[in-house]
């Protein structure tokens, strides 16, 4: 048996395992939020600096053209000035190195000098830039001849600041474009790579230091829940299911302290309620004691007292008084004589009696104190033998707690106790009922459920331990009977229900005379 409970705890452990992984989902949101954070930044980046790259270079090899232009505009005036073209041939000769070409260009636009190199597609493309831009310098990037050209138009003016053409000066940047665009495609690689390392390391370190011990700690969790609570998890990632677990462990841990508290306070009432027990134990054993002591001298003055009735020297008044005192001897041995067989502890000893004798006793312990407290006892017992098997002492005390619970609930104001006695038909055989109704305020609704419970009581503190009704509750089921109070009336009503032990024939003749 413990073999098999580890392993369905073992089992259980083992599903809790798989479902927490399968839902470990707040590591990959985590990382899929800082790769989208992070992405963005690094791209930003990479482009910027790419951009900025590229801008730099190209702009520094135009600012290399304008220096090369502006260092042969004045040489190419003074020798166009002079007429000198052999040596503007010469300067345009020795310009065009490293992919630049150069061109002059007259006023109206047609080529006066220019290297055979030039494309046609080139020179075409200077006319619209000249129209469109007069007079003033001009860059321009374009395609032609197949390559791509970057192309710097500067004014030549003669003496007297006369506008007498232009000078192209072009660069060949197809290679360069070539390999801005392998410097981009270079960059933007790196930057990818960048960003799947930032990625991967990113998934790592979540995984490390957030999903693992959230996945740890879900397994430590789960182990207080059961296979049924488990199932109910699915469909959560770990931080719903943890706050879940701790949400449910927070109200069974409210909900054991309540009882642990309740459990203390019953445990408590238990306790006073033994102490009670005992001192009213040891308050019986004084009384029987006292009783036991009374029993001998109310002998001796009965002994006494019917030596004097004996004497013949006595007036009939004096002969009357000691025949009162003999009777009310009697009365107080037989009261001594029930307490002391109602306080004797003894084994329980089943015979057949009738029912009304032994309520008949139980009344006589109780007669001097429903006087005392002005109640009235109305017995309805009728007048045929009420037979059970029983324990004549036990019944008796049942009778006495019930008679006594109905004097302290009339109390001080007084009122009537009737005891009825009825026999009912059950599936079982005949049943004997006995209903002890007093004309008291009756059970509160709230407490009616609680009567029966050990150590409840709604006296005042010192006036009961709250187990009269428990031990007769005790006692009747111990003789296959019932007792149960009957609510929806002024007063209580206690019905004691008993098998009794006459035939078919007897009950139906006694049920209908105790009916009459």
């Known amino acids: 048996m413990v073999d098999r409970s580890e392993g369905n705890t073992c089992t259980l452990y083992s599903e809790a395992n798989t479902c927490i992984m399968t839902r470990v989902r707040i590591g990959r949101r985590l990382t ?88 046609a597609e080139l020179l075409a493309g200077v006319a619209a830039y000249r129209l469109e831009h007069p007079e003033h310098y ?57 960003m799947a390392v930032v990625a991967g390391t990113i998934s790592f370190f979540v995984r490390r230091y957030v999903s693992e011990p959230l996945a740890t700690l879900s397994r430590k969790v789960m182990r207080f829940s059961t296979e049924a609570e488990i199932d109910r998890h699915h469909g959560g990632d770990e931080v719903n299911a943890l706050t879940e677990e701790f949400r449910r462990l927070d109200v069974q841990l409210t909900q054991a302290r309540a009882d642990l508290l309740e459990r203390h306070r019953r445990e408590l009432e238990l306790e006073r309620g033994l102490e009670r027990a005992d001192r009213l134990a040891t308050i019986g054993m004084l009384a029987a004691g006292l009783a036991h002591e009374i029993g001998t001298p109310m002998g001796v003055i009965r ?46 000893r089943r015979v057949c009696c009738d029912a009304r004798a032994v309520i008949e006793d139980a009344l006589a312990l109780v007669e001097t104190e429903a006087q005392r407290r002005k109640v009235g006892i109305i017995k309805e017992l009728g007048e045929v033998p009420l037979m059970v098997e029983c324990d004549c002492d036990q019944l008796q005390q049942v009778f006495v ?116």
Not at 162 to 175: C, K, M, N, S, V
Not at 305 to 326: D, G, N, T, V, W
């Open 138 to 194: 001009v860059e321009f990037e374009t395609t032609a001849g197949g390559r791509h050209w970057f192309c710097h138009l500067a004014p030549l003016r003669g003496k007297d600041h006369q506008f007498i053409g232009y000078l192209l000066l072009a660069r060949d940047w197809t290679e360069l474009t070539e390999d801005l665009r392998a410097r981009e495609i270079g960059s933007m690689i790196a930057a990818l790579t960048v």
């Open 401 to 516: 707690n019930l008679a006594m619970n109905a004097l302290d609930a009339m109390a001080p104001d007084g009122g009537t106790l009737r005891i009825m006695a009825k026999i009912n038909e059950a599936q079982n055989g005949p049943r004997l009922s006995l209903a002890f109704e007093d004309t008291g305020p009756g059970v509160p609704t709230q407490d009616q459920a609680r009567v029966f419970d050990p150590f409840f009581t709604t006296k005042e503190p010192g006036r009961g331990t709250g187990m009269g009704l428990s031990v007769s509750q005790s006692i009747i089921r111990d003789h296959d009977g019932d007792i149960a109070l009957i609510s929806g009336m002024a007063g209580a009503r206690f019905v004691v229900t008993l098998p009794i032990t006459v035939n078919e024939g007897q009950a139906l003749g006694a049920a209908a005379e105790v009916g009459s």
């Open 32 to 119: 899929i939020v800082l790769w989208l954070v992070v992405t963005p930044v690094l791209a930003t980046h990479a482009y910027w600096s790419i951009h900025h790259s590229v801008k730099t270079y190209v702009g520094g090899l135009k600012r290399e053209t304008r220096a090369a232009s502006r260092g042969l505009v004045p040489a190419l005036e003074n020798d166009i000035g002079a007429g000198e073209w052999d040596q503007v041939r010469d300067i345009m000769q020795r310009s065009s190195v490293h992919g630049t070409v150069s061109a002059i260009f007259s006023a109206d636009g047609s080529l006066r000098s220019g290297l055979q190199a030039l494309p």
């Open 303 to 348: 002994a006494r007292a019917e030596h004097l009735l004996r004497s013949e020297s006595h007036s009939p008044s004096a002969r009357k008084a000691l025949q009162i005192i003999i009777a009310q001897i009697d009365r107080i041995s037989r009261v001594v004589r029930l307490l002391l067989d109602y306080g004797r502890g003894r084994e329980s």
